[in-house]
């Protein structure tokens, strides 16, 4: 046990090393199971998410609205920079590529894109004053994926800041999105249900070809590669599921 507290995220570096960060703010870097080498402290604020965007930095976000860069050495995690990038509670991360990445806050209207060489904000996505971006992930080329506080899924398009397409079918705020790059397919998971959308080339033509609704909660999803096969693993609060 190397919290006090709920861990609320932990990430497997490049190098080996496990990093761990808990709902009091504290983030620890372990190089073995048993012992934490790196402690940082950031509380009262809770932790809320890391992203290694290349071999040499790591972005680590917080409830208070700040992130933090660090640069990855053999030894210890060195802090490059530090800046409050929202009002509110960083909800998540995702980069674009290896110099860029974004974050979206659970209450503000705006998705923010930064240099992740300079900590510099490059540009942010204006939502509908009146809708909030809970989770948004990166898709291709130029397009995100959000869930938006009205229950749609929205595409935008990042270098006209402008909405590509509203995806509407879930009966409950959807909470989590997953793109499975290699088929072109994207997952969003609400209370009872999956939805599994086609993303075709160009995203405006995104389309849903199923929908998996269940009597029980939904804990986890993910898609898998098994056996050369399509498979869609679910997990609910009571039992497993398997889709080919």
């Not at 680590?60 to 990855?72: A, H, L, P, Y």
Request: hydrophobic share 40%.
């Amino acid at each position: 046990q190397v919290h006090n507290d709920w861990v609320n995220y932990i990430e497997l570096l490049s190098d080996g090393r496990l990093l761990s960060g808990d709902d009091s703010g504290f983030v620890k870097v372990h190089n073995n199971p048993l012992l934490a080498t790196q402690i940082e402290d950031h509380s009262p604020a809770s932790f809320t998410g890391s992203m290694q965007i290349n071999k040499d930095l790591l972005v680590t976000t917080f409830g208070d609205g700040c992130f933090k860069i660090w640069n990855i050495t053999q030894n210890f995690l060195e802090l490059y920079y530090i800046t409050y990038a929202h009002e509110d509670y960083i909800f998540n991360i995702d980069k674009l590529n290896d110099t860029c990445f974004f974050t979206s806050s659970a209450e503000s209207n705006v998705i923010k894109f930064w240099n992740v060489n300079t900590a510099q904000l490059v540009k942010q996505l204006t939502l509908n004053a009146d809708l909030f971006s809970f989770y948004a992930i990166y898709l291709k080329e130029n397009y995100i994926a959000s869930i938006l506080s009205d229950n749609t899924i929205r595409i935008y398009d990042i270098d006209n800041n402008s909405l590509l397409k509203t995806m509407n079918g879930h009966s409950f705020q959807a909470r989590k999105l997953e793109f499975a790059k290699t088929w072109n397919v994207l997952l969003s998971l609400s209370a009872d249900s999956i939805r599994v959308w086609s993303v075709p080339n160009n995203p405006a033509n995104t389309i849903l070809v199923n929908i998996k609704v269940f009597d029980s909660g939904i804990d986890a999803v993910s898609m898998a590669l098994l056996s050369k096969k399509k498979i869609l693993f679910i997990k609910t609060f009571q039992k497993f599921y398997l889709y080919s």
